[in-house]
């Protein structure tokens, strides 16, 4: 097995956004995935548009969206990326109960987009808490997980 070492690590072991100078230019996709957890009553305030505070799908999509485009600002050492593609996709699920989260991002470019698609989930889900809260404190953000990923020198991967 060869040794993997930390890419936003220096030889001293301080911290650094990594070059991606001399990387080549790919298409770079990521699919990322999560779910709330919540009660039935409340997942039927979601599905029958009733929730107080407005179309909790909607809202949580745009917020999903709009937190893939600042991943930057958030997760210190990631490169600032002009992604070409966001999806937010999000479904309630009565067996759960649950609502299940799925964002894929795509990028042409240097670097990787699995911490946008992982933000996007996760903001996401944070949303659809927040939109509910009031109805079902005991909401879980469970299975937050990189999915697939494709492009770059590492090529592709899939979870099993």
Known sequence: MTERRLTHLDAEGNARMVDVSTK???????????????????????IEGKAKKGDVLAVARIAGIMAAKRTHDLIPLCHPLALQSIA???SPDAAGPAIEVTATVRVEGKTGVEMEALTAVTVACLTVYDMLKAADRAMRIEAVRLVEKSGGRSGHYRAE
């Open 88 to 90: 937010v996709d999000l």
């Open 24 to 46: 080549d230019v790919t298409v770079r996709e990521a699919v990322a995935k999560g779910r709330v957890m919540m009660a039935a009553e409340t997942l039927r305030l979601v």
